[in-house]
T-cell receptor
Framework: NAGVTQTPKFQVLKTGQSMTLQCAQDMNHNSMYWYRQDPGMGLRLIYYSASEGTTDKGEVPNGYNVSRLNKREFSLRLESAAPSQTSVYFC????????????FGSGTQLSVL | GESVGLHLPTLSVQEGDNSIINCAYSNSASDYFIWYKQESGKGPQFIIDIRSNMDKRQGQRVTVLLNKTVKHLSLQIAATQPGDSAVYFCAENRHSNTGNQFYFGTGTSLTVIP
């Protein structure tokens, strides 16, 4: 039981490049999330998927897109990376969108030059 | 103490002592709270949670206290060990017309001195 798995662990991009962060969970959770973590700030929600087939914006969605490929997988795409998107990105999942605890992946450290 | 939105960076304790990490939240309608531990280079790890119909909840060496009157949450770690060194942050679950969403504090960095 791996929990939440994210790839890659590290990535360096040049401004304007695109990339996709992958996330998969094996806990049969309905809801999945993408957060970013910046120094001096709490985790901020980028996008979430309450259930397979649905996605919604979170607190900081600009510059990102997501795809809920199936129940297991939820990807985050940066179409044209900007230095402001340098951050650590975490994928998380929960049983559903009611009051349920989040399980996090180990993170992707992204630098945009 | 830590606040969802404010920052208290560090806490140092001697090994074997008890640690208390505090968190203030702002939304009186929040009804579910979680404490997470984050070690360097890793994702946040669930420690303990509490719902608003409780004042106290105990786990293994950890206790969470909730004071709804002053909107304050604390995490107590008994007999702190070197392996407890990490960043700890609280999260509150707020309701909105679009559903529930967790809001996270910035964290307190706990250092355990051997």
């Amino acid at each position: 039981n791996a929990g939440v798995t994210q790839t890659p662990k590290f990535q360096v991009l040049k401004t304007g490049q695109s990339m996709t962060l992958q996330c998969a969970q094996d806990m049969n959770h309905n809801s999945m999330y993408w957060y970013r973590q910046d120094p001096g700030m709490g985790l901020r929600l980028i996008y979430y998927s309450a259930s397979e087939g649905t996605t919604d914006k979170g607190e900081v969605p600009n510059g990102y897109n997501v795809s809920r490929l199936n129940k297991r997988e939820f990807s985050l795409r940066l179409e044209s990376a900007a230095p402001s998107q340098t951050s650590v990105y975490f994928c998380a999942s929960s049983v559903d969108r009611t009051n349920e605890k989040l399980f996090f992946g180990s993170g992707t450290q992204l630098s945009v030059l | 103490g830590e606040s969802v939105g404010l920052h208290l960076p560090t806490l140092s304790v001697q090994e074997g002592d008890n640690s208390i990490i505090n968190c203030a939240y702002s939304n009186s309608a929040s009804d579910y709270f979680i404490w997470y531990k984050q070690e360097s280079g890793k994702g946040p790890q669930f420690i303990i949670d509490i719902r608003s119909n409780m004042d106290k909840r105990q786990g293994q060496r950890v206790t969470v206290l909730l004071n709804k009157t002053v909107k304050h949450l604390s995490l107590q770690i008994a007999a702190t060990q070197p392996g407890d060194s990490a960043v700890y942050f609280c999260a509150e679950n707020r309701h909105s017309n679009t559903g529930n969403q967790f809001y996270f504090g910035t964290g307190t960095s706990l250092t355990v001195i051997p």
